[in-house]
């Protein structure tokens, strides 16, 4: 068989082996790109709803995006706005809800790195895919048709074929060359994906701090200042022969505000309370509950059962004691209770805390449950815990929060 047949069939056979490769490479690419649009709407959804959350939407009926918008570097747009989406910008519908009320909206977000990558390098690669294995295929064939059998073609014939292979040389350098140069552009955009997720990862934590310490100074240090409030308020009320009974209240403020100066510096640490480290858990309770009781005609019960705090860790005990005085206060101030019961127990694997009260009462559902039993919640969640919140107005309150105990090395 001669070399010109040979060559030919090679031809087709490696054509058809190129066209299926770069049929099954275009076709990864587009479901790869896919993909990565699905989960890049996923993540922006879930980061969207996360800053909803965290951070509100104001109190009006329209709801005021700006923050949002700067955070997520996301922009928020009406449904009927017309969008244009490409390689470099992703945008999709999302529902939000505010408030009881909710509101279609566009959000339009930059690509990353890496999403735009294959998108913009699809052609290339199936291009790379193509000419590698063709340009070498070129190179063997005009070897081979050369070198018929043994035999030389002569040199004026030779010098077309001479040409060609040069002109496939000069191709397959570009094509290894073009190579070369795209796995580094690659390598430049995997290292700015690497540092938008660090960046991102950061930003995150310090949402997450910030949420943390806006928690801690409503649960914590406002309830000792009101408490301190209080206390303060009941010395008016003493007369000129109760020096005794004044200056004891008063030292107690002082005492007060003291470890609530303490308290800013643990939470701005990252810590637990200074009074609940140094005491332990039901010891700081009792503290709380004294506190409350001397500038308010309350009575207040504390029951724990053996063993109940200990098995607290120290984080636990941190949101537990939270969870206490934001209850007791809710109970004083807003519910004009005057018995409130704290009981802590252990239900088998579980520590059940309990804080029950004869006050006003409230919904809990309505807007007037406020920030505090939010934050109840939260903590709640915190500790892989369910609190159950049983009230309705003019029968007081009680709740009940059950969660894990942790278990111990």
Not at 98 to 116: D, K, N
Not at 289 to 304: D, P, R, T
Not at 358 to 376: C, I, K, Q, V, Y
Request: charged letters at 25%; hydrophobic letters at 40%; one cysteine or more.
């Amino acid at each position: 068989m001669s070399t010109l047949p040979r060559f030919l069939a090679f031809m087709i056979l490696l054509l058809i082996g190129l066209g299926a490769s770069a049929l099954v490479a275009d076709h990864w690419l587009v479901r790869e790109s896919t993909r990565l649009r699905a989960s890049l709407v996923d993540e922006m959804t879930r980061r969207f709803d996360t800053a909803v959350a965290q951070l509100g939407l104001g109190a009006g009926n329209e709801p005021d995006f700006s923050g949002i918008e700067d955070l997520l570097g996301v922009k928020v747009l009406p449904v009927t706005t017309p969008t244009e989406e490409g390689g470099a910008t992703l945008s999709f519908p999302h529902s939000v809800s505010w408030h009881s009320q909710s509101r279609e909206v566009s959000l339009q977000f930059p690509t990353p790195p890496a999403a735009r990558m294959i998108i913009a390098d699809r052609g290339l690669i199936v291009s790379a895919l193509l000419l590698g294995p063709l340009a070498a295929a070129l190179l063997a064939a005009a070897f081979l048709f050369r070198f018929d059998r043994g035999t030389r073609i002569p040199w004026p014939a030779a010098g077309p074929a001479r040409r060609e292979m040069e002109s496939l040389e000069h191709l397959a350098r570009s094509t290894v060359e073009r190579g070369e140069a795209l796995e580094r552009e690659r390598a430049v955009r995997r290292r700015a994906e690497e540092d938008v997720a660090l960046k991102q990862e950061m930003l995150t934590h310090a949402l997450e701090e910030k949420v943390r310490l806006g928690q801690d100074l409503h649960d914590g240090i406002i309830q000792s200042l009101y408490a301190v409030g209080l206390t303060l308020e009941s010395v008016r009320s003493l007369g000129p022969g109760d020096e005794p009974e004044r200056d004891k209240r008063l030292a107690m403020c002082r005492d007060g505000l003291n470890r609530t100066i303490r308290d800013v510096r643990s939470y701005i640490e990252g810590m637990a309370p200074a009074n609940l480290r140094e005491t332990g858990f039901h010891r700081a309770i009792e503290e709380l509950a004294a506190e409350y009781q001397l500038g308010n005609k309350v009575a207040i019960e504390l029951l724990a059962e053996p063993g109940a705090a200990a098995a607290l860790s120290e984080e636990q005990g941190a949101q537990a004691f939270q969870v206490v005085r934001e209850a007791l206060s809710n109970a004083i101030r807003h519910g004009k209770s005057d018995r409130v019961a704290v009981r802590l127990a252990i239900d088998e694997d579980r520590i059940a805390l309990t804080i029950e009260d004869n006050g006003l009462g409230f919904d809990p559902d309505g807007a007037s449950a406020g920030h505090g039993l939010e934050n109840m919640r939260a903590r709640s969640r915190h500790l892989g815990g369910n609190l159950v919140v049983d009230s309705r107005p003019g029968h007081g309150c009680r709740l009940e929060l059950r969660f894990p105990i942790e278990a111990t090395g």
